[in-house]
C-alpha cells in the first residue's frame, strides 16, 4: 500500500508571484516543439533538454538516448515524454540516483523537471518517503504529470528554471553530488606517499607459515661408506714432501 504524500506548505518563492523584470541574458530561454521549424532547432531543443535534465555542461556520447532523440525528431514522441524518457535512464539513475540520498533527489529533481527549488525542508521530506515507497519511476512519473508541470510547461516546452533574477542557475549551485560523496571519492582516490598505501600494502601480503613434518629414520637404510681396503702406496700430492715415495 502506498503511503500518501504528506502535507507540506508550499512557501513563497520567487517562481509563484508574477514578475516585472526587463529580460536579459539572465531570462532563462524558451525552447518549445512548436517553435521548432527544421532539424536544427529540434536539435537545439534536444540540447537544451540534455542541460536541463542531466545538468552537464559538456554531454559525452555515451549519455545520449538516441533512441529518445530519433522520436522526437520524428515527432512521435512529446517533449514531455522526452524528459521522462532521460530521467528514467540508466544514465541518469548512474550518474545522479546511484550517488545521493532521498533528500539530495527530491532536490534535485524539483530543480530540473519543475524548474524551482524544494520549497521547505518538509516538502524534502514528503517526497523523499515517496521515493522510497514507490521507486524512482513512479516518483519521476508523478512530477511529470502533476499539474504543476502541465501549467508550467505542457506537453512541448522544455523545463527551465523559472523567474531566475537572483540565483545563480542551478545547474551551478547544484552540482550532481554533494559534498559527502565528494569526500568518499576523494578518499578512496589513490594520493602518492600516502601512509594508507603502506598499510594497505601491508595488509594485502599473505604469509604463509612454514610447516614442519617430522621424518622417522627407522625404515631408512643408510649405505656404508667407508673403505676397506687401504692403498698399498702411500702417497701425497704436495710436491715438496719429504718422505721418500715406493
Known sequence: MTIPLLA?????????????EVPSDETPRRYSLEDATDQSTINELIWAAYR??????????????LHLESQLSNRTISVRDFIRGLAKSDVFRKLVVETNSNYRIVELALKRLLGRAPYN????????IRIATDGWQRFVDTLIDSDEYTQNFGDNTVPYQRRRYKDRPFNLVTPRYSDYWRDKLESS????????NFLDMARSVTITPVQFRAVSTANVSIPDTTRSDRPAVPASINPTATFPLR
Open 8 to 20: 507540506y506548505p508550499p512557501s513563497s518563492q520567487n517562481q509563484r508571484v508574477a514578475g516585472y
Open 189 to 196: 582516490r589513490y594520493k602518492w606517499g600516502d601512509i594508507r
Open 52 to 65: 536541463q535534465v542531466f545538468s552537464e555542461h559538456v554531454l559525452l556520447q555515451s549519455s545520449r538516448q
Open 121 to 128: 525542508k518538509d516538502e524534502e521530506l514528503a517526497w523523499s
